[in-house]
């Protein structure tokens, strides 16, 4: 369940956090036309540091151009709204969700004059996938439902319909007694998580899919940027389930999921089943990283 905190920046305010409220005509509450972050904020030697907020407002914007939703705040406005949002919760570790979306007015497909929205709450959460799965890895089914393809959706914004894929993938996973689900693309090839960007390790050689059907990942980017400071091959090709299978390890990189490996995948063993040594490698990076623990990149924080 969300833990509340005080206040929530709505509309350029900072608004009590039981009075963030909207209309149940509300417009993108009945069709899903709407934006999102996710975005973490951790603790660190010289205070509370936002994990790549420039680009998330980045994609964030890019998200609503795509659906050409016309947020009426910039770039900079978004920006320090999101840190004050932060600030004046007083939070030192968090995840932070900018929203955007359709307000009351107009119902049916065409909203032309209704208002666009934005709101940012901020409030404490741990681990999404569990410490213990940070650690030993976690238990992943290959999904039923296919990801969302380019030919009918808008795959490179976070769009908030788009996540009814996601959680039916989850909801499938988690009823069949896994952590979390891998959708593959219409053509089969493996695409990524419900909410996470997906790599495999063979022979030493880090592989993840290709933009395609998959979100441009902020953490995927990070996550890349690491393994090549490592002196790793990085390599995007596509992948297919059975290629999984023999991987000598997986993990899953995203805002909420952090870096989490994968122990096993349809019932087979990943590797050793569990974390696997290049994983482990990466992972301590990235949190050293986020922590502000490594100089490298300090780039990446933006101090509340």
């Not at 030697?45 to 009426?72: C, E, Q, V, W, Y």
């Not at 808008?154 to 993938?169: E, I």
């Not at 059907?213 to 390599?235: C, F, M, N, P, W």
């Amino acid at each position: 369940m969300v833990q509340s905190t005080k206040f929530i920046w709505f509309d350029g305010k900072m608004v009590p956090w039981e009075r963030a409220n909207v209309h149940v005509l509300t417009h993108t509450l009945h069709y899903g036309l709407g934006i999102f972050e996710g975005i973490r904020c951790y603790n660190t030697d010289n205070g509370p540091a936002i994990f790549r907020l420039k680009s998330h407002t980045k994609r964030f914007l890019n998200s609503a151009h795509i659906l050409n939703m016309k947020i009426p705040f910039s770039f900079d406005e978004l920006y320090e709204a999101t840190k004050e949002t932060v600030k004046q919760n007083n939070l030192k570790e968090c995840y932070i969700r900018p929203l955007g979306f359709i307000g009351y007015g107009d119902m049916g497909l065409y909203p032309q004059h209704n208002k666009i929205q934005v709101a940012i709450a901020a409030w404490p959460w741990g681990t999404y996938l569990g410490k213990e799965g940070i650690k030993n890895g976690i238990r992943v089914k290959v999904s039923s439902f296919t990801r969302n393809q380019i030919d009918s959706s808008m795959t490179k914004s976070k769009t908030c319909g788009n996540y009814v894929n996601s959680q039916l993938a989850k909801w499938e996973a988690i009823d069949a007694g896994y952590d979390e689900a891998i959708l593959l693309d219409s053509e089969g090839y493996a695409s990524e998580g419900s909410a996470e960007c997906l790599f495999a390790v063979r022979d030493g050689i880090i592989y993840t899919p290709p933009f395609g059907t998959i979100l441009e990942g902020i953490t995927r980017s990070s996550v890349v940027k690491i393994a090549e400071d490592l002196g790793y091959r990085v390599k995007e090709d596509r992948l297919t389930r059975d290629q999984l299978y023999v991987s000598d390890e997986l993990f899953l990189a995203g805002t909420a999921a952090e870096i989490t490996p994968i122990r096993d995948l349809d019932g087979r063993t990943i590797g050793n089943g569990s974390r696997g040594e290049i994983t482990e490698k990466i992972q301590l990076i990235y949190f050293d990283a986020v922590h502000g623990n490594k100089k490298e990149y300090r780039q990446w924080l933006d101090f509340v």
